[in-house]
């Protein structure tokens, strides 16, 4: 095969990465567009296998099959819960082979068809490359520690966030080290090992410490954010190897995940340096304690049954604490209860419902819940003005209404407008503020009832109520 | 003006487009299937695999083709696990029957 039908077949490989891509605009679609997407990966490994010299192919076959073995295990197996660990776990191995590659460019640009000694163009690319992946790889692997609540084995993984003085001047300090040994490297007229190797460790200690001080409830941010540098990284080595594949897709996949950390901060009413320098959440709960008790009204699981069977519009807010209590499949079985006694039932879903991207949605979509029941916040919001009953299930900060009261700490955050349905009915485990710290409006409303209790428990309480 | 345009200038023009069409293509994908965007994309950026065989790819190894083996491995785990987790979800997005 020569170079230019090689690149060709790279062209094809790219296009259908960007028709799985475009495919997820609709669930009718995203099922083709994924095999657009293995179609094109399949490409791109057999064309450039074709290209390796026969000694070694037996031996990356081998390797293929073991990892790709692994991840089939691992696809299969995860639980959806449990996603956002396996999203950033795979992205630190992106991460690692993206340093992995450089240190073998290095050594042996010959292979990529670059020239010996490297280019100083290429050399600067392969730096951004290394850095970028280095970060990715010791980032997501703490991102994965603290996502799979690991911090009780080892403290760096505390969901908390972990913050020390001076914490930021020392990241700029080792950032500013680290693009001097970059410099050196560039400068250096052969192989420059040490610089290299002084540049990739500092990497590595940054993406701890970049990640460290950012708590559990910014992690929506942090996955989407590592999500783009795993992209990047892909990208810069795409440019030290002169691979347009590689550029392409890394482009995707880096835009893509800035898009979705664009998305989360906006949704969370955080910019993103905010969350970037982290801390938030360090003194959790301390704003509640200063709320005066005021009355709520509560009532049983039967009356909230009583109260959802005689309504004619439902809109049911799942948040995090209904997976937490694993309760989808019975909120399911509610739902199309009220559905068979002709009342309309629909879904709201808050963009950071879950703990990453889109990960509510999947969890309902598990326990079956039809998609077309499922809306987002934009399109529902208007409804709730008509709306009989509202059942919220474990999701406090994103129905509080004081986002529209100025000078409120989560004031212009976009809340899914709750507090305008008739009766709102709010399960929660108890009176415990959300991440936030915020004590809750909503609560105290006449039109509100509380139904205390664990989430699983009283949504199958109100299904035996209803039959 | 005259000579060859150097390789990274035609990179850069590659990484610009892509870049636009990227940002294009994210911004129709529904809300709904974040998720299943964020394990393909996952799946998408292994395609470094590439790379990876090139640099196992030398007839005499040294420790920079190991390297380049042991970096295959880590990405075929990702292209196997992204792709089919995503296909997972993906199977679970269905309309109401009726």
Redesign the interface.
Known sequence: MTANQLTLWYLVASVCFILALKGLSSPLTARRGNYFGIAGMTIAVLTTIAVVARGRVDLILMAMLLGGTLGAIVARRVQMTQMPELVAAMHSLVGMAAVLIAVAAVNHPASFGVADPLPTGNKLELFIGTFVGAITFSGSVIAFGKLAGLGKHFRLFSSAPVVFAGQHWLNLALALVMFGFGAAFFLAADKAWTPFAAMTAIAFVLGVLIIIPIGGADMPVVISMLNSYSGWAAAGIGFSLNNAMLIIAGSLVGSSGAILSYIMCRAMNRSFISVILGGFGAAEGAAAVGAEQKAVRSGSAEDAAFLLGNAENVIIVPGYGLAVARAQHAVKEIADMLAQKGVNVRFAIHPVAGRMPGHMNVLLAEAEVPYDQVFEMDDINGEFGTTDVVLVLGANDVVNPLAYQKGSPIFGMPVLDVHKARTVLVNKRSMATGYAGLDNPLFYMDKTMMVFGDAKKVVEDMLKALH | MGGSV???V??LV??VL??F???H???????????????????????????????????E?????W???????????????????????????????K
């Open positions: 150097d390789p990274t035609i990179n590659v990484f892509a870049v069409v990227g940002y293509v994210i911004w129709n994908v529904t809300p709904a299937l974040h998720t299943p965007l964020m394990s393909v994309t996952n799946a998408i950026s292994s395609v470094i695999i590439v790379g990876a065989i090139l640099a196992a790819a030398p007839a190894s040294d420790f920079g083709s390297l380049g083996v042991v970096a295959v491995a880590l990405a075929a785990v990702n292209v196997a696990g992204g792709f089919l987790v995503t296909q997972r979800m993906l199977e679970m997005f269905r309309k109401k029957q």
